[in-house]
T-cell receptor, first 114, second 110 residues
Framework: EAQVTQNPRYLITVTGKKLTVTCSQNMNHEYMSWYRQDPGLGLRQIYYSMNVEVTDKGDVPEGYKVSRKEKRNFPLILESPSPNQTSLYFC?????????????FGAGSRLTVL | ELKVEQNPLFLSMQEGKNYTIYCNYSTTSDRLYWYRQDPGKSLESLFV?????AVKQEGRLMASLDTKARLSTLHITAAVHDLSATYFCAVETSGSRLTFGEGTQLTVNP
């Protein structure tokens, strides 16, 4: 089954304790992206990647890191989480243009930072 | 900075009624997407609009795109309870970046 898999789905952590949210896709998509969803703000892009070893900042990259060492994986790293990073996070992937950039989303990871 | 604004943000309607959700954006783009999110779930793609004048229909939903007005609409015909969800539009700009609107939370009441 074609899918984007995120782990963990739920996480409660404390300020400053490094964590990684993994994202993996099995569709051979070039494009992968991380979003955070907060009430009233829609989805805001954190980082995206057009291919292996190619990453770029989205609209809200502060406090996050990513890497793209393999095509299928795009982990999101919070080196020193803070309470304002409490949010619902989505990983998504797609093929690159010229086709339509229709994203396939993961199930989401709900993160709480105390 | 690209702004994508949806209205209304909250919509409560009765079954059988028609309504339209609007998505305005602030920069040039001819590629727009609509997604649906059920409570507690992820997003799924509804429509892909890739040119000015594009119109797509699926069941009781119809989406259109006017790139000159920088406006997309999502029209709901004879709403049913199963359409209750949050609907997002997303505008594609250079580098395949997608910027999402705030979402419209639709509730269809019996």
């Amino acid at each position: 089954e074609a899918q984007v898999t995120q782990n963990p789905r739920y996480l409660i952590t404390v300020t400053g304790k490094k964590l990684t949210v993994t994202c993996s896709q099995n569709m051979n998509h070039e494009y992968m992206s991380w979003y955070r969803q907060d009430p009233g703000l829609g989805l805001r892009q954190i980082y995206y990647s057009m291919n292996v070893e190619v990453t770029d900042k989205g609209d809200v990259p502060e406090g996050y890191k990513v890497s793209r060492k393999e095509k299928r994986n795009f982990p999101l790293i919070l080196e020193s989480p803070s309470p304002n990073q409490t949010s619902l996070y989505f990983c998504a992937s797609s093929f690159l243009p010229p086709g339509a950039n229709v994203l396939t989303f993961g199930a989401g990871s709900r993160l709480t930072v105390l | 900075e690209l702004k994508v604004e949806q209205n209304p943000l909250f919509l409560s309607m009765q079954e059988g009624k028609n309504y339209t959700i609007y998505c305005n954006y602030s920069t040039t783009s001819d590629r727009l997407y609509w997604y649906r999110q059920d409570p507690g779930k992820s997003l799924e793609s509804l429509f892909v609009l890739l040119s000015n004048g594009a119109v797509k229909q699926e069941g009781r939903l119809m989406a259109s795109l006017d790139t000159k007005a920088r406006l997309s609409t999502l029209h709901i015909t004879a709403a049913v309870h199963d359409l209750s969800a949050t609907y997002f539009c997303a505008v594609e700009t250079s580098g395949s970046r997608l910027t999402f609107g705030e979402g419209t939370q639709l509730t269809v009441n019996p």
